[in-house]
């Protein structure tokens, strides 16, 4: 089954404490990115990737880094994580890069931070 | 620059009435449009795009939206409202290759 896959779905940790959000896509997909959606301000992008080793920054990037070592994979790491950054986390892929391909997304990741 | 500003945050729709969600962009450049929904607890999934073929665009599950570049609009419309379309729904905007701008979002809810 096609699908983009996350780990974990829900996560609580504390400020500071350095955590990784995993992604994984099986659509051999070159452009993935991620999202935080928070109420109000729909989803806005954090970082992107067009294919391996090249990834660029999105509209509220600070707080987190990415790689893409690996096609199919584009974690998402919070070095100190912060309060501010208790949202939920969506992962997504497509075959080409935003402007015209449909994005496929995961399923979320509920973070807190306290 | 892109942006998208959806106009109503919730709407209310007794079931088997037509459903009207709103959505206006700008755009340097001509736009790339979608509109995905999101049901409670799941991902988001696309309904439909515009990517300057036809502006009538035809979706799944009933949905359509047209886009008016004189109006810079691009509203989704259903004429036949289901309790399975309750759910939220967002605008999104492609002007370049790599950014997607999102709306805020629509809340659906569907009385019965």
């Known amino acids: 089954e096609a699908q983009v896959t996350q780990n974990p779905r829900y996560l609580i940790t504390v400020t500071g404490k350095k955590l990784t959000v995993t992604c994984s896509q099986n659509m051999n997909h070159e452009y993935m990115s991620w999202y935080r959606q928070d109420p109000g301000l729909g989803l806005r992008q954090i970082y992107y990737s067009m294919n391996v080793e090249v990834t660029d920054k999105g509209d509220v990037p600070e707080g987190y880094k990415v790689s893409r070592k690996e096609k199919r994979n584009f974690p998402l790491i919070l070095e100190s994580p912060s309060p501010n950054q208790t949202s939920l986390y969506f992962c997504?892929?497509?075959f080409g890069a935003g402007r015209t391909y449909e994005q496929y997304f995961g399923p979320g990741t509920r973070l807190t931070v306290t | 620059a892109q942006s998208v500003t959806q106009l109503d945050s919730h709407v209310s729709v007794s079931e088997g009435t037509p459903v009207l969600l709103r959505c206006n962009y700008s755009s340097s450049y001509s736009p790339s449009l979608f509109w995905y929904v999101q049901h409670p607890n799941k991902g988001l999934q696309l309904l439909l795009k515009y990517t300057s073929a036809a502006t009538l665009v035809k979706g799944i599950n009933g949905f359509e939206a047209e886009f008016k570049k004189s109006e810079t609009s691009f509203h989704l419309t259903k004429p036949s409202a289901h309790m399975s379309d309750a759910a939220e729904y967002f605008c999104v905007v492609s002007s370049n290759d790599y950014k997607l701008s999102f709306g805020a979002g629509t809340t659906v809810t569907v009385r019965a």
């Open positions: 997504a892929s497509s």
